[in-house]
């Protein structure tokens, strides 16, 4: 199966499910009836010369063809027209694998992907102006023949001369966070180096940038399942990383020696398990972050904990971090990745805004059982704060579903619309799902 695929995908709402809205006008829009994401690539979804565009990865749940193709679709604001193009046929049923978008400056879009650790380079092709309908051909980068590569995150930084940057895991076969650099807007790379190592074997990082002079990260020591994480903060500049304060610790080439050398916000022990969330920068640069907590499964084997999740937020001020409580996030989404939740999207215009996928009332833990099927299923909700992340209010985005909605996203818009995306259905495994890309398009951030 290869070439383009049309269709006009109504705008409409199965009736076992709600949803609730800022806007009462506000309806679901089906964006894709067969894809999965995971939540370490970025940009997922981008908005783009009136078009909303997204990558996910078909599990070929109606069309055994489409099973593993890494898929983009773009949905028309102005008509409501989804456009979905295959990117690559058949590379691997395995949401990691879900591709990483940039607009360049001449209206064609960079899309990069790669397999989940069981290759040595990443995949990548560029999109004719403004339509993301029509692509050129496959491309392969890879940065060394033992680079086992995962995960595409892509930033542009305008005062470096335009060089884009492609952050993922595995140079070399270490299973650490890794990057490579294009001084042609994706048309050639060059590899970098390991950004973080750790005694755990493999960080994990989310990325944020302001598009003109830095990066920012937040990251861990490691698996939760390996490792008793903390979440850290540093941030790249000038070509130097640099603590939360914007003191120097060392080039970017050298990268860290150790987790610590960043700047700490929160600290894990055995019985509280922490994993990097979401990531974005607020409208002086400063950093604003989500991250989950694993509470109480100290000494349980993998499988038998992660029946409560914490989601926690932290905001830098100019001067320090403040960290606190933001939500409960219920139980793991499947056993074995105990430490797996609903995830939470950060509004990245806006850092009093939040939305969170959770099976627990977010405010108080109460198991949410839906009125629709008398089970538990994850809900979207969306949190608002005005004391900088203190105590929050929450208003159901989603309630009484018949399946579960996971892994929020909301991309960068402007401040008069906002779109918030979600997958909608069943996730047994990241290799194994039953999903679909639904969302909504609200006025203003209210």
Known sequence: MSGIFFAILLVCLRSADRVVADDPAAKLIRFNEDGGWCWFQDERVIVHDGKIIL?????GRDDASRKGDV????????????????????????????????????????????????EDHFYYRISEPNDPAHWGAVRIFTPSAKTRLTYSNLYRLQEEGGRIYDFFRGLGGFWKPSFAISDDEGETWAAGSILIQSPAARPYVRYASNGIDAIHLLYTEGHPRDFDNSIYHIFY???????????????????????DE??????????????ATDLELDGRGHPYAAYSVQVGSAGLAAGQGGEDHRYRYA??????????HLAYAGR?????????????????????????????????????ISKADGKRHYEIFKGTTKDSGRYWQWAPVTRDSSMDNLRPVVPKWHADNTALLWLRGTLRAYTDYDLEVVGIITDGIR
């Open 332 to 368: 793991r989404l499947y056993a074995g990745e105990d430490d797996y939740t609903g995830l939470v999207a950060l509004h990245p215009h806006n850092p009093d805004v939040v939305y969170v996928s959770t099976d627990a009332d977010p405010a108080t833990g109460k198991a949410l």
């Open 55 to 59: 990558g996910t990865i078909a599990a």
């Open 71 to 118: 898929e983009v679709s773009s949905y028309d604001i102005r008509t409501g027209k989804t456009t979905r193009f295959e990117l690559h046929e058949r590379l691997q049923l395995d949401d990691h694998n879900s591709p990483a978008f940039l607009a360049r400056p001449d209206g064609r879009i960079l899309a990069l992907y790669a397999k989940h650790g069981s």
């Open 262 to 275: 960043g700047t700490r916000i929160f600290q894990g022990d055995p019985e509280h398990v922490a994993w």
């Open 237 to 259: 500049r000038g070509g130097d990383l640099r603590r939360s304060d914007g003191s120097v610790i060392r080039g970017l080439l050298e990268g860290l020696k150790n987790p």
């Open 315 to 324: 905001r830098w001020d100019g001067r320090q971090w403040l960290d606190s």
